[in-house]
């Protein structure tokens, strides 16, 4: 459920840690932040598949939107 919450929801674990502890069930949130990254690298070899398999291809495409990039003095539209 933590990952679901995570990556599905959207939901930060910090708040996840509150609403557990409220429902009785109090888990540490480096705990949940170990979970999640254990998670990560049991997938690292299946995103690496994902990743050759991708970039194997005669051309990627992807849509037009625009990245701020963050910089001291302005934001700049790369």
Known sequence: MIMFEKFGQHQPLNR???????EGV???LSTMADAVGAVCASLDPLLRLVEA?????ERLHADDSVLQKHTERMIEMI
């Not at 996840?16 to 409220?22: F, H, N």
């Not at 398999?53 to 291809?57: L, R």
């Open 53 to 57: 398999h991708v970039m194997a291809a």
């Open 26 to 28: 109090p888990i540490a």
């Open 16 to 22: 996840q840690a509150e609403r557990y502890a409220l």
